[in-house]
């Protein structure tokens, strides 16, 4: 098993990195200059406080407050600018009994030699289970709490053609795990179904050639990295982790916009339930909760049309596929899940791209919705 994880892993990295010169070869170079900022200004920046209102199907509706920060930096040597980062701040509670607050950023330092992301976060949740696999059923959720204060940093610079390499540190810890009477989870012993300490080290490597890091309307975005969870690190699970992430766009004239996601996650060893593989989500298969079904990998692709509406509005529709499984016999017609969907979006800051949205999808198993900040992908 092992062996096949790492075999996919590289055969996907290289099968991209040769695909990849071409496509740089095309326009997708972004125009640091759209809505430059007024030649005495020496960046772009501001903040926006905002009230929090969201809804997904394991959260139920959430409210709260947040403030995002933007920038982008002007080149001491010439007129261009980075491409917009982002830091932002929310707190937030669910009518679900859970609470929320969470940092994250994404930055590009002046001429983007760097790009520094990560997130320091402390959640209380009550999460779901259903099972391992696809032969889960809705009738056997559970229900079960944690707390969990996590950090994320990574330190990627800039090895040029917009690629950027750095090491990425991972650090979580569950702690007051609640699990129903018979749990499956602790009948199982599935990993992380008491308290523990998640700690790893990887790397990621990414290009980057989309026009806007907020709405892209031309280019693709690439990233392949791989981590390490274990003792050395002062973990108490054993796994190796490996995401790969290609997306593309495509400007079709009049602010319409086609865009195309596949993402491929891999996991060897012993994964705590809270990391494991999933089907669903505000990210993909957007018609499924993101916790619907667990396994140790998930593959999916999908595709979404965008195109403005009036005012500051828009839409968009969507569709993909995807499964979880833990062999890739385990994959078939009989299992693999659809979703399709549609959606509406609003500009909180024209100029800046940044919007919010409303996405209902459909699955297999009925609707869902999502309200969140940011476009899927």
């Not at 990621?204 to 990233?223: C, M, P, Q």
């Not at 993402?263 to 060893?269: A, D, F, Q, Y």
């Amino acid at each position: 098993m092992r062996l096949y994880l790492y075999f996919t892993f590289l055969f996907l990295a290289l099968l991209t990195i040769k695909t990849s010169p071409a496509m740089a070869q095309e326009q997708t170079v972004e125009n640091k200059t759209i809505d430059p900022p007024k030649p005495q200004m020496r960046s772009v920046k501001g903040l926006i406080p905002a009230p929090v209102l969201y809804y997904t199907p394991d959260t139920k509706l959430g409210f709260g407050a947040s403030l995002l920060g933007y920038f982008r930096l002007r080149s001491y040597t010439d007129t261009t600018y980075t491409r917009l980062s982002l830091a932002r701040l929310v707190v937030d509670y669910t009518l679900n009994k859970q609470t929320d607050q969470w940092l994250y950023w994404n930055i590009f330092t002046r001429e983007e030699r760097l790009m520094l992301r990560g997130e320091l976060r402390h959640r209380i949740y009550t999460d779901r289970f259903y099972g391992l696999g696809n032969d889960s059923r809705k009738e056997d959720r559970e229900l079960y709490d944690y707390n969990m204060v996590s950090a994320k940093m990574a330190v990627l610079k800039n090895v040029g053609f917009r690629s950027f390499l750095g090491p990425d540190f991972q650090f979580t810890e569950y702690y007051d795990v609640q699990l129903e009477e018979g749990s499956q989870l602790g009948t199982q012993q599935i990993p992380g179904y008491r308290k523990g300490r998640n700690v790893g080290l990887g790397a990621i490597f990414l290009i980057d050639h989309r026009n806007s890091t907020s709405y892209s309307s031309k280019g693709f975005y690439l990233e392949l990295s791989g981590y390490h969870f274990g003792k050395t690190f002062g973990s108490d699970f054993r796994y190796n982790n490996f995401n790969f992430e290609f997306n593309r766009y495509y400007g079709l004239g009049n602010d319409r916009v086609l865009a195309t996601n596949t993402m491929l996650r891999l996991n060897e060893g012993e994964v705590p339930v809270q990391r494991l593989a999933t089907a669903g989500g505000d990210k993909i298969l957007r018609g499924y909760a993101r916790n619907r079904f667990h396994d140790d990998h998930f593959a999916g692709t999908q595709a979404e049309y965008r195109f403005p509406l009036f005012w500051r509005l828009g839409g968009v529709a969507f569709a993909g596929i995807g499964d979880v499984f833990d062999k890739p016999k385990d994959v078939n017609f009989s299992t693999i899940k659809y979703s399709v969907g549609t959606g509406l979006r609003y500009a909180i800051r024209p100029d800046q791209k940044l919007n919010s949205r409303l996405d209902v999808g459909y699955g297999k198993e009925g609707f869902n919705i999502y309200l969140m900040i940011g476009e899927a992908f």
